[in-house]
DNA sequence: CTTGAAAGCCTTTTT
DNA sequence: GGCTTTCAAG
């Protein structure tokens, strides 16, 4: 990758250091603190003290570590010791990342392993869960789901040196009931469980914990958190080596301090020694990595480790416009003092206030006489998101042409704090022409991607049907998806063979003899991953954007990785699939074009521009909400002193914090936009932040503020030409109108997936697209079948057998094919005892069933819905009760009373078969709880309302699409077009247009 | 001050 | 689908 040196360091270079900054500069012995505001030249102060200490002969290249957190931080600071010490040899400078370094001491002293990443390592775990013997933390419905709480947990542990020993060794304090009980589930849930439980799941944890590092010790694997725990075990246990390891680190220096955490800060101290030459740089109010483990409390920490400690602070900015400075000072000071009180009561040295940054540019401008004022921070407040990225788009456009101090598009950044709040904005700038650069977009997302990976699942299986269906759609085959689609309509569902199908067609016929090619080319033996999806790219003649390149490096980097065995194709994409569900993502690399920058603010960290727009500066997106752990970290095992403060406060902190990194990241302007919020008088207040600043005057005169306004810019069009947003073919096809009207053979859920989203809806009756039925579908339909089959005997008067039923169920769920073994085996045995509990409650009541599985239909205004009872049971002359059944998370009696599925089921018994439905009942089988509703004419007139205007929408061909968090449920996922993100298309060729 | 409805989010990411 | 925050009515 190509790497730009930090444009924020880089103009300090040849100024001369102030007094303070030569004061940290000149340092020789003992602890240092710098504390380092944004801005402020902290790694000119790292280098130039390197520098001095070689050149005055302090120190031996070789004597000297300097550790940073990221690899190009490291590049750049020995490209600036060689720069300062021009001619000098400074072969031995160590200049490397924390965790580079640790690991460089494990192979020294031969404990190297292979390297996991946090997602390798989930789905390492993942495909061997069933060796984790999980009990607790399982779920069958989403067998991945608790590990992601587990990892979390055990990587919290390792920033604070707890290992499986530790950790058992607490749960066994809390077996004898010295400490009390920690939090294992949410909140909420946790109040439901016994103690018992709660200790059972911390012996499970204590069991996973040391299962998982056996494993990885077998396997002779590692995280990048075990580099920095083996090493300080390594150090602490064994004397000489430390000596010897102090001789290579007598002088240590560790930039963005602030990102350490616990164990770092316990292995600085080791190799300090008697001496302690530490030299830290740092900004505490900068520190928005506690969420990886980085200690909030970083400076306390070492300033309790080295009492000795001098502070040196920087304070004079060169980056930014006093408003700037001014306004970011009173966001940050909302926090409270970066060091803890309790220092002081210890007779500590240190003393540090909080105080504003100075802007040196102001101040020189003043000396040279120029009275200009700076540009005040506008505030921007706005109702609704497409107006702030109207808003925010001819405010970009009017600064480019302002005459007189013109910019490229690449001086402007957008910061946000999640990357889905840029979705309107990119609309946006391609509607106007503004060309922009998404930082960290994942590829996975995009429709060239989504291509690449459904042409290699094809060319491993050609009989992957929803890729097939992708491929198919491919311009290059030039099929056409009317006659496609009345094909597919025309066979059922179940019975449909999209290669069948395909090869009725004129050009479908194509289609499968490419794959059949590609299929032989890839299924050869020892064809390997990379190979395979380059012969891909190349048979299908796909595009290397740089999207795909991304993507290829990804295959390739995956190639060469610990957990790989085989590298085939196939085992890549199970590995691609247990990714996505680990959370992972392959993020676009940044593009050197000129473009607006869009980035979050974590990404925008140590960078600036002359530009800056915050986006969503309102709670709940900015600040973002609070989201406990599953598992809390037990205030015993803490070794740092935050244990005092809650979790939700130091979140609020952090992100206080977050949002000053993104403020002081501007250098003339800065804009920040927010939600006006709701308020009786016409005044805007954005919530959290913005509104506490707002209404402390001495900020007042650093910004101004006004309402965003939806403005059309006419001036530059024809310069600017519109920019085409990638879109695949398959998404074209999907959105093309409805081929029928779909308002006979409604169900209650086709209804409510219908008001979840339109464009599902047509979806579901259209294509008869193949899609995986989920295993919860299938145990749901073996759990019915069971059911349906012993009422049935009651009814009849047969005998049948517990044994039997159980035995229907599992030969039901056996032919079902549920792909994944555990998950299956966890359903089964599920099944069997909830179908045990189920048997033994039913034998104490006989209740008159009178239908199993009972189907109506039932004309609803111009809507013909259909539908099935599970249960009906006779309750007097005139009435019955309703049960379903329902496999899933038991439902409450709120789901009950507002079900639409149970107001039809009303209005069936009383038109298909007379009867008054007296009880309507929920029929849990998780908990074997039933939850009994009514329904009175009013709201059944109300469900006859709702089902009526679905119908109309129907009837009028609307089907938006409506992306929301369902769609992580959603079966065409990977080919709707709403799900595809943008991305500014560079004159692409006009090739995908649907015929 | 309490309470209930409405609006969002379910991250962020060097090593 | 569940949880948290926010606002305004009572």
Aim: aromatic content about 8%.
């Amino acid at each position: 990758m190509t790497y730009q040196l930090n444009s924020a360091a880089s103009p300090a270079i040849n100024i001369v250091p102030d007094e303070r900054q030569q004061q940290a500069i000149g340092h020789v012995h003992g602890p240092m603190l710098v504390i380092a505001g944004a801005g402020t030249g902290k790694t000119t102060v790292l280098t130039q003290r390197v520098a001095n200490l070689i050149r005055e002969g302090y120190a031996r290249p070789d004597e000297i570590v300097a550790l940073t957190y990221t690899e190009n931080s490291a590049a750049e600071m020995l490209a600036r010791v060689r720069g300062e010490l021009k001619g000098t040899a400074i072969d031995g400078l160590q200049a490397s990342t924390f965790h580079a370094w640790c690991n460089g001491l494990l192979q020294r002293r031969g404990a190297g392993f292979s390297v996991l990443d946090d997602k390798d390592l989930w789905v390492f775990l993942r495909r061997r869960i069933r060796d984790l013997r999980l009990k607790h933390f399982v779920r069958a419905a989403n067998v991945g789901q608790f590990l992601d709480s587990l990892l979390e947990f055990m990587r919290r542990c390792q920033d604070e040196l707890v290992g499986p020993a530790e950790y058992a060794r607490y749960v066994e304090r809390l077996e004898r009931g010295e400490v009390p009980l920690p939090r294992v589930a949410r909140s909420k849930k946790q109040t439901e469980l016994e103690d018992e439980e709660i200790l059972e799941r911390c012996q499970e944890i204590a069991r996973v914990f040391s299962t998982v590092e056996n494993m990885l010790l077998a396997k002779n694997l590692g995280t990048f958190g075990h580099m920095i725990t083996r090493a300080y075990r390594l150090l602490k246990d064994d004397p000489t080596l430390l000596e010897e390891e102090r001789a290579r680190t007598r002088f240590l220096l560790v930039d963005e301090f602030q990102d350490a955490n616990c164990a770092q800060v316990e292995i600085l101290s080791l190799l300090a020694g008697a001496a302690a030459n530490v030299f830290a740089v740092g900004d505490p109010d900068q520190a928005i990595y506690q969420f990886r483990g980085a200690s909030s409390e970083a400076f306390t920490l070492f300033a309790r480790k080295f009492p000795a400690t001098r502070v040196v602070v920087l304070g004079k900015n060169r980056r930014s416009l006093s408003p700037i400075l001014g306004c970011a000072f009173g966001i940050v000071n909302e926090n409270p003092p970066v060091f803890s009180p309790t220092l002081a009561h210890q007779g500590n040295s240190i003393s540090y206030q909080r105080t504003p940054l100075e802007s040196l540019r102001d101040e020189e401008a003043k000396q040279k006489g120029e009275t200009a004022a700076a540009p005040k921070v506008e505030i921007v407040t706005w109702g609704e998101k497409e107006v702030e990225a109207a808003d925010l788009a001819h405010r970009i456009q009017k600064k480019r042409k302002n005459r007189d101090q013109p910019c490229k598009w690449s001086d402007f950044a957008v910061l946000y704090r999640l990357h889905n709040h840029r979705d309107e904005l990119v609309h946006e700038f391609a509607e106007r022409g503004i060309p922009f650069s998404i930082e960290g977009l994942d590829v996975l997302d995009t429709s060239e991607v989504r291509d690449v990976v459904a042409c290699l699942a094809v060319a491993v299986s050609p009989d992957d049907a929803t890729s097939l269906f992708r491929v198919a759609a491919l311009p290059q085959f030039a099929l056409n998806p009317v006659e496609l689609r009345a094909a597919m309509r025309a066979v059922r569902r179940q019975e449909l063979d999209l290669r069948n199908v395909l090869g009725t067609l004129p050009k479908g016929a194509a289609v499968l003899e490419s794959v059949e090619k590609v299929h032989r080319e890839v299924r050869k033996d020892g064809v390997r991953a990379d190979h395979a999806v380059n012969v891909v790219v190349r048979h299908f003649d796909l595009q290397r954007s740089a999207l795909v390149l991304a993507f290829l490096k990804f295959v390739k980097d995956w190639q060469s990785k610990a957990i790989v065995e085989t590298g085939s194709p196939s085992e890549f994409l199970e590995y691609l699939d247990y990714f996505v569900q680990a959370g992972g993502t392959i993020a676009l690399p940044r593009s050197t074009e000129d473009a607006v920058q869009l980035l979050t603010a974590h990404a925008a960290k140590g960078l600036e521009y002359q530009h800056v727009a915050i986006i969503r500066g309102s709670s709940v997106s900015f600040p973002s909400s609070y989201h406990e752990p599953l598992i809390a970290f037990p205030a015993e095992l803490r070794t740092s002193g935050t244990a005092s403060t809650d979790d939700k406060v130091l979140h609020e902190q952090e992100e206080r914090r977050l949002f000053y990194v993104a403020m002081t990241r501007a250098r003339d302007t800065l804009a920040i936009y927010a939600n006006q919020g709701k308020s009786t008088k016409n005044e805007p207040r954005p919530t959290k932040f913005l509104r506490e600043f707002m209404v402390s005057p001495p900020y007042r005169k650093f910004w101004s503020t006004h309402p965003a306004a939806a403005v059309q810019e006419e001036l530059f069009a024809g310069e600017e030409q519109r920019i085409a947003l990638e879109q695949s073919n398959v998404a074209a096809w999907l959105l093309m109108p409805a081929s029928a009207d779909f308002v006979s053979g409604l169900s209650a859920s086709a209804i409510e997936i219908y008001e979840e989203c339109p464009l599902r809806f047509k979806l579901e009756r259209e294509w008869n697209l193949p899609r995986d039925v989920s295993a919860s579908l299938h145990y749901g339909a073996a759990m019915h079948s069971v059911l349906r089959t012993f009422y049935d005997a009651r009814r009849y008067q047969r005998e049948i057998g517990g044994d039997d039923l159980l035995e229907q169920f599992r030969s039901a769920l056996a032919a079902a094919g549920v792909a994944d073994r555990y998950q299956y085996e966890l359903y089964l045995r599920q099944g069997i005892e909830q179908l045990r509990q189920f048997f033994e409650a039913a034998r104490a009541s006989a209740p008159e069933v009178i239908e199993t599985e009972g189907r109506f239909e039932l004309q609803v205004g111009s809507a013909k819905l259909s539908g099935r009872v599970d249960r009906m049971d006779c309750t007097g002359p005139d009435t019955v009760a309703i049960v379903d059944y329902k496999t899933g998370k038991p439902k409450s009696q709120e789901d009950a009373d507002k079900s639409l599925q149970l107001s039809l089921y009303a209005l069936a018994a009383r038109e298909r078969w007379g009867k008054h439905a007296d009880r309507l009942i929920f029929h849990n089988l998780e908990n074997n709880t039933a939850i009994s509703t009514t329904r009175t004419d009013s709201e059944l007139e109300a469900a006859k309302l709702r089902v009526q205007e679905v119908a109309e929408g129907i009837a009028r061909g609307e089907f938006p699409p409506n992306p929301k968090y369902h769609c992580v449920f959603c079966p065409y996922r990977n080919l709707c077009p709403a799900t595809e993100k943008a991305v500014a298309a560079p004159r692409k060729k006009s090739a995908s247009r649907v015929h």
